[in-house]
């Protein structure tokens, strides 16, 4: 198995495509890593990259990346719809294949510390690469009262607000959180009926806020006429797709109605659907190595 | 995605390990390829490699392992429990990935005109790859009645058994079958019980020959005490593993019975798996760029 890492920086650029290449060039000048996806909004002024990369490399190209945003964005001007604290906004390292969270965790705090050190950024780790409680939850460390403008008056007066690497001072590139977190996979379910209400009550019956499964988010929606079950399935490690939907199927049966179709939102790890198949075929032998292209992507 | 065809070629040799390391040697001096898998068997005097490749090189890499083959293997003195008409006996190539069946069609008719002029071996074209309707199956081509020994004497006598490819005349290295097919899935279902007459009928119930799915081959058996029928999907794009399984546990429950476990006998294409998910989870948008790993593996 390849060992693969995927990166998913925010940026607080979504408006120069000209900024947004100069990060992406500088990202694909390191060994190992490719651009899978950017994604600007311009009312949210912001950016979202998804690259890829060994273990190994992965973090220089984070590492580039952020010093581009901090050469290229300048806080004191940068306006936009979605909350931020600094050019480079958020940093997350997500395992992919054949790579453990505990290497993520070692990634985020090794890059945190270079950050801090070689480029002065205040950093903060959050989520799995925390090392303070209040500050695994990014809603913690970025809540909408206390953004870039905020952390400048704050940081190094502030005890709550003292960062994990680098000087208590803001300058114009801001703070950072850098974070590592399980694979987020966006997924939504379509019942064979119109009634939104019904797509509300399996939604509260899935999600982890109302008593239902660990690592799911769900809410109810109508999308073109159909009532929609749509989830972000947070580690899907513990909280396998295939029990997911077979619980709704369950009880979309209790409402007499049955799961017409499902859609996937953006990219998912090969292992969430081969789980799946190896659930539902009752593969009792299977290992990733029985697959083909794995073998063919060992190094 | 990654382009990726797949060699099984067979070898009349299964006892001197070192003319298997000078085959396997030949393979892999082929830029892009890679062996993934080799098994001797010393009574059938018989060695499977396989190896997977770009389609632009996989053959150059079956052209030098057959070239091998000629020169160590003397199918004089060979012997052994498995039919055989050569040195490097048969060659299928398969498609596993973004490659098309006509594309192996077509890098097996190259390599056997190769063959024919380069090494003056007499080649029979099979399966998918066959230029004669009584060539389509392997055993008609190398029936247990007409082996190496027969092949000598009737190869340019008899029209039947003229060439595809190559002199009219039989050397040391014999003949060889070079041919295209789809991926064989070996796949073993368990049922909750030792009855091996339940997996029997589900056998006879599924398989091609007695009426059942395409492209499937089945029989009942008792392993360790379990009924299981142990089965080749001979082609999992027009009959997928999931319509074989969903129709076996119907069968089983006519029996009283259910599915205990399925298992994987050998490699398998991740699109197996991955349609299989699919299909379960209904999802209806999904196509195979959406999984993160085969992004990486885009050139």
Same mark, same amino acid.
């Given at each position: 198995m390849k060992r693969i890492v995927e990166c998913v920086p925010n940026f607080s650029e979504g408006r120069r495509p000209e900024v947004i290449d100069a990060i992406v060039a500088a990202i694909e000048r390191i060994e190992g890593v490719k651009v899978l996806d950017r994604s600007s909004d311009a009312d949210h002024n912001r950016t979202v990259i998804t690259f890829v990369g060994p273990p190994e490399t992965i973090g220089d190209a984070a590492f580039a990346a952020i010093a581009r945003a901090a050469d290229l964005i300048d806080m004191d001007s940068q306006q936009g719809e979605h909350p931020r604290m600094g050019a480079a906004d958020v940093v997350p390292f997500v395992p992919i294949s054949a790579v453990t969270m505990d290497e993520c965790v070692h990634i985020a705090r090794e890059l945190g510390a270079r950050v801090g050190q070689e480029l002065g950024i205040p950093v903060y780790l959050y989520e799995a690469a925390a090392l303070r409680p209040d500050r695994i939850n990014l809603g913690e460390? /970025?809540? /909408?009262?206390?953004?870039y403008e905020q952390k400048k008056v704050d940081v190094g007066v502030v005890e709550k607000w003292a960062p994990d690497f680098g000087p208590a001072k803001v300058g114009k590139a801001g703070t950072i959180a850098i974070g590592a977190r399980a694979p987020l996979i966006a997924y939504n379910v379509y019942l064979t009926t119109g009634d939104v209400e019904i797509a509300q009550k399996i939604a509260r019956a899935v999600r982890h806020s109302s008593g239902g499964l660990h690592f799911v988010k769900a809410h109810g929606l109508l999308v073109g006429?159909?009532? %929609?079950?749509?989830?972000?399935?947070?580690? !899907?490690?513990k909280t396998p797709i295939y029990r997911v939907v077979e619980m709704i199927r369950r009880e979309a049966a209790r409402y007499g109605v049955s799961v017409e179709s499902s859609e996937l939102v953006g990219m998912i790890p090969q292992r969430a659907l081969v789980d799946a198949a190896a659930w539902y075929l %009752?593969?009792?032998? !299977? *290992?990733?190595?029985?697959?083909?292209?794995?073998?063919?992507? *060992?190094e």
């Open positions: 460390i /970025r809540p /909408r009262s206390h953004q006429g159909k009532a %929609q079950v749509s989830m972000n399935l947070t580690d !899907f490690n %009752q593969l009792d032998n !299977f *290992e990733p190595r029985l697959i083909i292209e794995n073998r063919l992507m *060992e």
